[in-house]
């Protein structure tokens, strides 16, 4: 007879985070925007050649910090001067023309599958905050937490609001989230590629390495967190650990 077990639920919101470059997303999604800048002309031929070798670097492989740090601090100088209402409108534009077609449908799959238990789904990002929300919001999920930049009167300024949401960052921001919604970190989920986000992972209860680095693949493995690949196998035994793991929240609490 097959195993039959009690669905767990829970009246409290879980949350599932999910890294976007290289997680849910093939390469750097900073790298488009800079592309898309040199299409409009608001950047030279030498700064988007600057992206794509990182863009190269990042896809052939991995994250480098300092790497990632130079592009998306080139990013940021980009946006500044231009109103918020354009940058979203360029968001917009290369979520359909460049983000769309690299997006891994394992991992959306996965956000759906999150979605369906009643969690709230949120990217985790050191993208910038516009561009993440634009990749939430086109794909149903509960919303972004990404790199901001300072704004006044609307215009940007190329200054960060904050920090860079990389690193011990993302864990700090995640951990804010779950408490400010009333979630026990011990019930809640993230799935990243990155070595450089195993502070995230290790703070929640359910940690996943999806399409992981080396460094974050040994790690995983000498703790005993699932290892993802990006495929059909991969993607069926995720599933199969969230529909067995995961809580479902009451309908109640919506």
């Not at 983000?99 to 394992?106: A, D, G, K, S, T």
């Not at 009167?153 to 904050?162: F, N, P």
Request: hydrophobic share 45%.
């Amino acid at each position: 007879m097959p195993e039959v077990t009690t669905p767990l639920t829970s009246q409290n919101a879980v949350l599932a985070f999910f890294d976007v470059d290289n997680t849910l997303m093939r390469g750097a999604s900073v790298y488009y925007l800079a592309k898309e800048a040199w299409r409009r002309g608001i950047v030279g031929w030498r700064d988007i050649s600057r992206f794509a070798w990182h863009q190269f670097r990042f896809i052939s492989v991995g994250e480098n910090h300092k790497h990632m740090a130079t592009a998306r601090e080139r990013a940021l100088a980009i946006v500044g001067g231009h109103s918020e209402h354009t940058l979203f409108e360029l968001a917009e534009q290369i979520y359909e023309r460049d983000i769309l077609p690299n997006l891994w449908p394992e991992t959306v799959d996965l956000t759906r599958e999150h979605l369906a238990k009643g969690h709230e789904v949120w990217l985790v990002t050191a993208t910038p905050q516009f561009v993440a929300e634009v990749i939430a919001a086109r794909l149903g999920l509960t919303g972004a937490l990404g790199t901001r930049v300072h704004a006044k009167d609307g215009i940007l300024t190329g200054e960060l609001d904050g920090h860079v949401l990389h690193g011990d960052e993302k864990a700090v921001v995640a951990t804010e989230l779950a408490e400010r919604l009333g979630a026990d970190l011990a019930e809640c989920w993230a799935y990243s590629d990155s070595s450089n986000d195993i502070p995230l992972l290790t703070a929640v209860g359910h940690r996943v390495a999806v399409n992981a680095d080396a460094k974050l693949t040994h790690h995983a493995e000498k703790m005993g967190w699932q290892v993802m690949p990006l495929n059909r196998a991969g993607l069926k035994e995720a599933r199969k650990r969230v529909k067995r793991e995961a809580k479902t929240v009451r309908k109640s609490r919506r």
